[in-house]
T-cell receptor
């Protein structure tokens, strides 16, 4: 089946530094990918829609200058958390929609970001 | 604004028992997903329901969708310990406008299921 791969799975960074997270669709092309954030013991919240070849669309309340999204190819979207602070510590998960025999929204393995 | 509400939020079951998790959503949509999440892990796809009256079954889990009532259910039959996890339903927001892109989801709060011996 279709697979979405996310890297790294865990990252610890110092406050003020930037971190890049990659999301790849391994066996299908994804013109649109999505980035979610999940705080401990909470549900997933959509942060932004990543569009191949164009600007990302951010949800209300998400700082576009802090969470930079680049979708340069049909199989890769990246999320860069700039000038990270401890409150950015969270579980970040990407997803991509797939339609073949049926429709699925597949999720990557997630990235646990800890800012110290 | 689309709202998705699950209940119960916490479910403690004995092995062998049956139970149902409910997922209500506020605006008409014909795309609904169920996912499982184990602690520290990402989401595992369980079911996608694409039309009114859709019913899908896999093992001890069965999901259904009633678009008129804006309700989906996840029924657990003869629970076993391995089913312990958090279960999320999610509604595809692009389904609201009949869009053709997929995967822009609004999630319910999640139901933490614990199955006891």
């Amino acid at each position: 089946g279709a697979v979405v791969s996310q890297h790294p799975s865990r990252v610890i960074c110092k406050s003020g530094t930037s971190v890049k997270i990659e999301c790849r669709s391994l066996d299908f092309q994804a013109t649109t990918m999505f980035w979610y954030r999940q705080f401990p013991k909470q549900s997933l919240m959509l942060m932004a829609t990543s569009n191949e070849g164009s600007k990302a669309t951010y949800e209300q309340g998400v700082e576009k200058d802090k969470f930079l999204i680049n979708h340069a190819s049909l199989t890769l979207s990246t999320l860069t958390v700039t000038s990270a602070h401890p409150e950015d510590s969270s579980f970040y998960i990407c997803s991509a929609g797939f339609w073949g025999q049926t429709i699925w929204a597949f999720f990557g393995q997630g990235t646990r970001l800890t800012v110290v | 604004e689309l709202k998705v509400e699950q209940n119960p939020l916490f479910l403690s079951m004995q092995e062998g028992k049956n139970y149902t998790i409910y997922c209500n959503y506020s605006t008409t949509s014909d795309r609904l997903y169920w996912y499982r999440q184990d602690p520290g892990k990402s989401l595992e796809s369980l079911f996608v329901l694409l039309s009114n009256g859709a019913v899908k079954q896999e093992g001890r889990l069965m999901a259904s969708l009633d678009t008129k009532a804006r309700l989906s259910t996840l029924h657990i039959t003869a629970a076993v310990h391995d089913l312990s996890a958090t279960y999320f339903c999610a509604v595809d927001m692009d389904g609201l406008a009949g869009g053709t892109s997929y995967g822009k989801l609004t999630f319910g709060q999640g139901t933490i299921l614990t199955v006891h011996p």
